[in-house]
């Protein structure tokens, strides 16, 4: 048994490794599937036809419509400026006074926008030419960037506050029969820990910064860099006025989580809106409508190939094991849940495609302790987010190359607001899941 537990760690090695160096998860998610299967001493044709393209399969033929309404969603507020004006308005409301209110705004703005169903890998490229301007004039290091906009964009935002469209909150209405908005009590006070937290962790960053020395101009920036963004500018660009903007968002919200409106319905709902309301701001709008189309291949193919490592991984005795020691832990039963989900994800390096593995694999077992399928569904969404940023994931990967960075540059600002504050913030969540569901 140690054996086929090594192999499963093994794996995830080698998952780890490839991705550093570059290589696309849906090279790297057969390539680990297969040492699996050879180490395993498992048939290798049929069982990468039955479990990797069973997995692989179940999952887009689930999820494809909510990846692909998303996606064109998406792409409607990058194209109108919608997406720009939002994040200019609560500039406005903030203020760019001083360095922390700035880092502060991009948290605002990042969440916000992700919140209102724009696909994180969007609201990087909305954001980043809004940022660079501030961080030039009050003369912050561009690494900094990435911690506020990952403190913004994929915690709170993306598996906490309850009622968000995000993929991660998605998925668990499947299996547990629940909406998005599932336990917000719990999801509240995780985000109410994470807020505390990733604060402080903000203030400390740009204090140690100052205390360096570090400048705009004497660390690594955009203007240093790639220049990736720039094209995105808005500015000689007819944009709708923010309540215009907000139009389609607060339609999605609205559908969402007043309504009770399935998520494919909702998001439905939203790119209509958004064609109608976006009309005169959208030059060419078949071609945001097939740029949105083509955008969702990339990010279902990717969660796809992640699910479906899983579900190789999920016919093994190493993961029995694990799951078996995992599902037994001391205490209550949501803490094996969110256990076992944080550990896909940083298995997959994919929270969507942890919490799918995890669902697909353990869901019935614990609904059929009777436990609240509201707290379940909570827990599982904020153990997704975590373990998933370790620097493997593709969502890291892509945000860094964006902004012009590199691990050595700002990984670490990534570590701590995505990967240890979220871990600290589940032990609250967790708490109030068991004391009060």
Request: glycine share 8%; hydrophobic share 55%; charged share 10%.
């Amino acid at each position: 048994m140690i054996w086929e537990v090594a192999v499963v760690i093994f794996s995830l090695a080698l998952l780890i490794f490839l991705a550093l160096r570059g290589f696309s998860i849906i090279i790297i998610a057969p390539l680990a599937s297969i040492m699996v299967i050879l180490l395993n001493q498992m048939p290798l044709l049929e069982t990468l036809q039955e479990a990797y393209m069973g997995g692989f399969i179940k999952f887009a033929k689930q999820f494809f419509f909510i990846f692909l309404l998303a996606s064109m969603f998406g792409k409607f507020m990058e194209d109108s400026g919608a997406a720009s004006v939002i994040a200019k308005g609560i500039l406005k409301v903030i203020g760019k006074k001083s360095k922390f209110r700035v880092l502060v705004a991009v948290v605002a703005m990042a969440g916000v926008l992700t919140y209102g169903g724009v696909a994180v890998h969007v609201v990087i490229f909305a954001m980043i030419p809004i940022a660079k301007p501030l961080f030039r004039e009050l003369d912050i290091p561009w690494h900094l960037f990435m911690a506020a906009f990952f403190f913004g964009a994929a915690t709170f935002s993306m598996t906490m506050l309850p009622g968000t469209p995000a993929i991660h909150n998605v998925i668990p209405t499947k299996y547990f029969g629940t909406t998005v908005m599932a336990a917000p009590l719990v999801g509240i006070v995780a985000t109410i820990a994470i807020m505390i937290l990733n604060g402080y962790c903000l203030k400390y960053a740009l204090k140690k910064s100052e205390g360096k020395g570090e400048t705009y101009w004497n660390s690594k920036n955009m203007e240093t860099a790639s220049g990736q963004g720039e094209h995105h500018s808005q500015k000689e660009k007819k944009l709708p006025p923010l309540l215009i903007a907000i139009i389609p968002p607060v339609v999605l919200l609205t559908a969402l989580n007043i309504f009770k409106i399935d998520v494919v319905y909702s998001l439905m709902l939203a790119v209509v809106a958004s064609l109608v309301v976006f009309w005169p701001f959208v030059e060419n709008k078949i071609n945001t409508l097939n740029l949105g189309a083509a955008n969702t291949v990339l990010p279902i193919v990717n969660t796809s190939a992640d699910v479906g490592y899983g579900a190789v991984i999920a016919t093994t005795a190493g993961f029995a094991a694990i799951a078996d020691w995992l599902t037994n832990l001391p205490g209550s039963p949501l803490i094996s849940l969110y256990s076992a989900t944080s550990l896909l994800a940083g298995i997959t390096g994919s929270g969507s495609g942890g919490i799918a593995i995890a669902m697909e694999a353990l869901a019935n077992k614990y609904m059929q302790l009777g436990l609240n399928p509201e707290v379940l569904h909570r827990i599982a969404v904020i153990g997704s987010g975590g373990f998933d940023a370790l620097p493997h994931n593709g969502g890291v990967i892509t945000f860094l190359v964006a902004a012009g960075l590199t691990h050595k540059d700002a990984y670490k600002h990534v570590f701590i607001t995505g990967v240890i504050a979220p871990t600290i913030a589940a032990i609250p969540a967790l708490i109030a899941g068991i004391l009060f569901y």
